[in-house]
């Protein structure tokens, strides 16, 4: 079984991403009646695959040891990420996971979908997450491959949005 790619296992867990790294956080508000829903959504994968990601998962729901293929892309263009749940949440005020890179996975770091609800009640998506260029694609993009990552981020939370407006 190969290992993770990377140090600072479960980082974003606690939120304190290690220096050095590209950093990654980007929140959007959800309706306040969503919480299930928007949960749901981000274990089951449901949201990555609404956000036209090709998610290929070993268990029907994130789990610590849950390992996740994404694909990015179409046919041969299709940039494969290999992936494995490090940590999961699902209780009264969060839910959600988060995922390490495997060997194979173009960067090397951790990424975090998590919906909360704060003591106010308001219901909360946030993508977190710390990584560096592991191969050529990703070193080639430069900076173009970072502000891939805040796009991807927005697009999962507007994703997220239209998902619970349909429920």
């Given at each position: 079984?190969?290992?993770l790619t990377y140090p600072h296992v479960g980082a974003?867990?606690?939120?304190?991403?290690?220096?050095?790294?590209?950093?990654?956080?980007?929140?959007?508000?959800?309706p306040d009646s969503c919480f299930a829903t928007a949960?749901?959504?981000?274990?089951?994968?449901?949201?990555?695959?609404?956000?036209?990601?090709?998610?290929?998962?070993?268990?029907?729901?994130?789990?610590?040891?849950?390992?996740?293929?994404?694909?990015?892309?179409?046919?041969?263009?299709?940039?494969?990420?290999?992936?494995q749940v490090v940590w999961a949440v699902e209780d009264?005020?969060?839910?959600?996971?988060?995922?390490?890179?495997?060997?194979?996975?173009?960067?090397?770091?951790?990424?975090?979908?998590?919906?909360?609800?704060?003591?106010?009640?308001?219901?909360?998506?946030?993508?977190?997450?710390?990584?560096?260029?592991?191969?050529?694609?990703?070193?080639?993009?430069?900076?173009?491959?970072?502000?891939?990552?805040?796009?991807?981020?927005?697009?999962?939370?507007?994703?997220?949005?239209?998902?619970?407006?349909?429920?």
């Open positions: 079984m190969p290992a974003t867990e606690t939120g304190e991403l290690p220096p050095g790294w590209r950093h990654v956080r980007h929140r959007v508000r959800l949960g749901d959504a981000v274990l089951g994968w449901r949201l990555h695959r609404a956000a036209g990601i090709r998610m290929d998962a070993d268990a029907e729901r994130a789990a610590p040891g849950v390992r996740v293929v994404s694909g990015l892309g179409v046919g041969p263009l299709r940039l494969a990420a290999p992936c009264g005020r969060r839910v959600g996971f988060g995922y390490g890179t495997l060997p194979g996975h173009p960067a090397r770091g951790e990424e975090a979908f998590v919906v909360s609800r704060d003591a106010a009640g308001h219901v909360w998506f946030e993508v977190l997450a710390f990584s560096r260029p592991d191969r050529w694609v990703m070193r080639a993009a430069g900076p173009a491959g970072r502000a891939f990552q805040r796009a991807y981020a927005w697009w999962l939370g507007r994703t997220l949005r239209r998902l619970c407006a349909r429920r």
